[in-house]
């Protein structure tokens, strides 16, 4: 019996291992969106819409129903205490487009006819980095805006919703920085 959980141990920490090892190594391909990010984009003429985002975090949006009013356009809805929660997931690394711009924030959608989730400009550690936007926080959650109604987004995979962030692929980044110049050569006259 003890060797058995000696290996049920083992096994677990392995499994647990490898799944952190995949998605740092999917993290690895991802930079954060910074403000120097959309400078440059601005600088080049590219259009933000053109640009493939994706959130580095699992956010969990959520909100109380009426009984009466069980309508859901987004999400899932499951019983919790008696209430009905309307519930919308965005799982890390799902792809977003840039829709609009709105008062420094880009509105990202990661869904076709769904509304867009707010990302702006962070604080403190994230000053530079494109973080979710969010109001009345609250033990690292906060109220967004989706679908025309508020939610309180939490993190799924972080301890609070201000650490999610906006990313982009590195390879975007790398066309960027990469300006190559051939030279043809030159022969003596």
């Given at each position: 019996m003890k060797?058995?959980?000696?290996v049920l141990l083992i096994a677990g920490l392995l499994g647990l291992f490898a799944g952190?090892?995949?998605?740092?190594?999917?993290?690895?391909?991802?930079?954060?969106?910074?403000?120097?990010?959309k400078d440059r984009l601005e600088k080049e003429n590219i259009d933000i819409k053109q640009v493939q985002f994706y959130v580095d975090q699992k956010l969990i949006l959520s909100r109380y129903m009426d009984n009466n009013k069980a309508q859901v356009s987004s999400g899932k809805v499951r019983l919790e205490n008696g209430r009905?929660?309307?519930?919308?997931?965005?799982?890390?690394?799902t792809p977003g487009v840039c829709e609009e711009i709105s008062n420094g924030n880009l509105m990202?959608?990661?869904?076709?006819?769904?509304?867009?989730?707010?990302?702006?400009?962070?604080?403190?550690?994230?000053?530079?980095?494109?973080?979710?936007?969010?109001?009345?926080?609250?033990?690292?959650?906060?109220?967004?805006?989706?679908?025309?109604?508020?939610?309180?987004?939490?993190?799924?995979?972080?301890?609070?919703?201000?650490m999610a962030r906006l990313m982009i692929k590195k390879s975007v980044v790398d066309k960027f920085e990469k300006k190559t110049k051939v030279l043809s050569g030159r022969k003596v006259d």
């Amino acid at each position: 019996m003890k060797n058995l959980s000696k290996v049920l141990l083992i096994a677990g920490l392995l499994g647990l291992f490898a799944g952190c090892s995949s998605s740092r190594r999917m993290a690895k391909r991802y930079v954060p969106f910074t403000r120097e990010l959309k400078d440059r984009l601005e600088k080049e003429n590219i259009d933000i819409k053109q640009v493939q985002f994706y959130v580095d975090q699992k956010l969990i949006l959520s909100r109380y129903m009426d009984n009466n009013k069980a309508q859901v356009s987004s999400g899932k809805v499951r019983l919790e205490n008696g209430r009905y929660v309307n519930e919308v997931v965005v799982n890390p690394f799902t792809p977003g487009v840039c829709e609009e711009i709105s008062n420094g924030n880009l509105m990202v959608n990661f869904e076709k006819g769904n509304s867009d989730l707010g990302f702006g400009l962070g604080s403190t550690y994230t000053a530079n980095q494109f973080v979710l936007y969010g109001y009345d926080w609250r033990n690292g959650t906060a109220l967004v805006n989706f679908d025309s109604l508020k939610f309180r987004a939490s993190c799924g995979t972080c301890s609070d919703v201000a650490m999610a962030r906006l990313m982009i692929k590195k390879s975007v980044v790398d066309k960027f920085e990469k300006k190559t110049k051939v030279l043809s050569g030159r022969k003596v006259d």
